[in-house]
């Protein structure tokens, strides 16, 4: 069983909020993700990190912005939410070389009204 | 910007049937991956290939990876319906960040 965790499950949230979606892994992983997915369908990289300090945008561009100062922590926050960032948020972590398998935190479905 | 397409999108098969997933891409990838995701779950990983030509098999599930890594392809034979779920190929490029294709979701029926 992995061992990365987010938080929350499910957010409802009014337009214009902060929010921040959490993630946190045990495992001592280098590389971190954000993904963004809508219901069955593909995976969209958001974000990514390849160790403390380091943080890279994906190649679907999002408002959102992370933030890694602890191994194990890579928390995602959206300034000012709005409808359009409605989706299911997806946190990944893997070692640092290459072909290595991603585990997968159970995401956040995040719900703006 | 890597892609990786997968055909087909959607696919409705009966039990024991066998059926083929492809995964296409115009670049060449170090490694490719295949997931299976759950409604509400996120992906799990099902096989890695690393090596052009490659062939792995998983109990009914059978994977290869293309002679110039730009392509893979998951067959799956005498389909259950414990099979049902998203099936997604994942490449990792010249940057190591892993990219998803665009998914096939397959429904098996009893």
């Known amino acids: 069983e992995a061992d990365i965790y987010q938080t929350p499950r499910y957010l409802v949230i009014g337009t214009g909020k902060k929010i921040t979606l959490e993630c946190s892994q045990t495992m001592g992983h280098d590389k971190m993700y954000w993904y963004q997915q809508d219901p069955g369908m593909e995976l969209h990289l958001i974000h990514y990190?390849?160790?403390?300090?380091?943080?890279e945008k994906g190649d679907l561009s999002s408002e959102s912005t992370v933030s890694r100062i602890r191994t194990e922590h890579f928390p995602l926050t959206l300034e000012s939410a709005r409808p359009s960032h409605t989706s299911q948020y997806l946190c990944a972590s893997s070692e640092l070389q290459a072909s290595t398998e991603a585990f997968f935190g159970q995401g956040t479905r995040l719900t703006v009204v | 910007t890597q892609l990786l397409e997968q055909s087909p999108q959607f696919l409705s098969i009966q039990e024991g049937e066998n059926l083929t997933v492809y995964c296409n891409s115009s670049s060449v990838f170090s490694s490719l991956q295949w997931y299976r995701q759950e409604p509400g779950e996120g992906p799990v990983l099902l096989v890695t290939?690393?090596?052009?030509?490659e062939v792995k098999k998983l109990k009914r599930l059978t994977f290869q990876f293309g002679d110039a890594r730009k392509d893979s392809s998951l067959h799956i034979t005498a389909a259950q319906p414990g099979d049902t779920g998203l099936y997604l190929c994942a490449g990792a490029g010249y940057t190591d960040k892993l990219i998803f294709g665009t998914g096939t979701r397959l429904q098996v029926f009893p």
């Open positions: 990190s390849y160790g403390v300090n380091s943080t």
């Open positions: 290939v690393v090596t052009g030509g």
